[in-house]
């Protein structure tokens, strides 16, 4: 079986509960799962009985093709977990039997278009197809068990820029699809402020290429704070993120990270769909505006987010 996962971190993260049942139902047969590079690391220790591959984002579906079809042979079963004609291009080339969601080609392209239900939440995009294998919808409250040896690097990278994880506040303030998305850079400097005064430790969590905008944070906060991400793949991400008392973001790929890996989140919400993409489980917070609009960021007060960051983590530390 060939599983084509999606493009984008959060994406991904989100089909992780699916892919579970795929890897688990297809137990005594061979899983090849299809990737992008920063991704191979942390699948390979999430799904240790699984083959992974890769290719980077916007390769021709042919090569990806010919390099996942080793020795001329087809998958019997393919699917793609992408909404874009280039997945269900790479599984009509590579499998018999091929599964995506209608749209895009899919209907002259695949044997088996499925229907995605977008009133629901995005990590029950795959159910129609787990259900045409007879396999179980997929499970919200399933995480992926991060190896200790995983766990162990992402505890001496916060040690290295001498973080204690029991005190540190991971801030993840970019997102990759727009400005609106993005609560307000001066808004998360003066929370890293007040953090700080409290004695715990703000950590910017971003990923390379975004150096800038932990620049923007650091100028607002009026102190270089800690960060991490930059040189690291998903694995090291996911394991550093794994090491925080909780995690503050917008809608971005970090965020669904720490959701997927058990770490709880203060997520602050825009103009994108919360039913589709925000947290799904109770050890989280959801933040929005009051009014819809797409600008309307910079009207979530630094005291809301404050607040729930702080509920959160007192609740955390009563349970323990």
């Known amino acids: ?53 890769a290719s980077p984002r916007k390769v021709s ?12 042979r087809r998958f019997e079963i ?43 939440h995005q990590v029950h995009d795959a159910d129609s197809v787990l ?4 396999l179980e919808a997929a499970d919200p409250s399933w995480c992926p068990e991060l190896p200790r040896g995983l766990r162990a690097e992402g505890e001496a990278a916060l040690r290295r820029l001498g973080i204690d994880g ?13 400005e609106t998305k993005r609560w307000p850079a001066r808004y998360f400097g003066e929370l890293a402020t007040r953090l700080r005064e409290q004695g715990r430790e703000p950590v910017i969590v971003i990923g390379p290429g975004e150096e800038v905008v932990a620049e923007e944070l650091c100028r607002a906060a ?4 800690p960060v991490v991400g930059t040189d690291m793949d998903i694995a090291g991400l996911s394991a550093t993120v794994a090491g925080l008392r909780l995690l503050v973001g917008n809608d971005s790929g970090p965020m669904q990270l720490a959701v997927s890996i058990g770490t709880p989140v203060v997520a602050i919400f825009g103009p994108t769909d919360r039913g589709r993409t925000a947290p799904h489980r109770s050890r989280h ?10 600008d309307c960021m ?23």
């Not at 093709?65 to 080793?70: K, S, T, V, W």
């Not at 029991?166 to 727009?178: D, E, F, H, W």
């Open 1 to 53: 079986m060939l599983v084509d996962l999606p493009n984008w971190v959060g994406d991904q993260m989100m089909a992780m509960p699916a892919l579970n049942r795929l890897v688990e139902g297809n137990c005594g047969g061979e899983t090849v799962l299809h990737t992008r590079p920063p991704m191979v690391r942390f699948l390979a220790a999430t799904f240790p009985q699984t083959r992974v591959m």
């Open 61 to 72: 579906p042919f090569l990806s093709a010919q390099e996942l079809r080793q020795c001329g």
């Open 78 to 120: 393919g699917i793609t977990l992408r909404n874009a004609a280039r997945g269900k291009i790479l599984i009509r080339l590579s499998a018999r039997w091929c599964a995506g969601s209608k749209g895009e080609g899919a209907e002259i392209l695949l044997s088996a278009p499925f229907e995605v239900d977008r009133g629901r």
């Open 131 to 134: 259900a045409m294998l007879g």
């Open 166 to 178: 029991r005190r540190a506040i991971g801030l993840a303030p970019s997102t990759a699809r727009g």
């Open 222 to 225: 009026q102190y270089e704070l």
């Open 285 to 294: 917070r959801v933040i929005s505006p009051t009014t819809s609009c797409d």
């Open 298 to 320: 910079g009207t979530i007060p630094v005291d809301e987010v404050e607040a729930a960051i702080i509920d959160l983590d007192d609740r955390d530390r009563n349970s323990e």
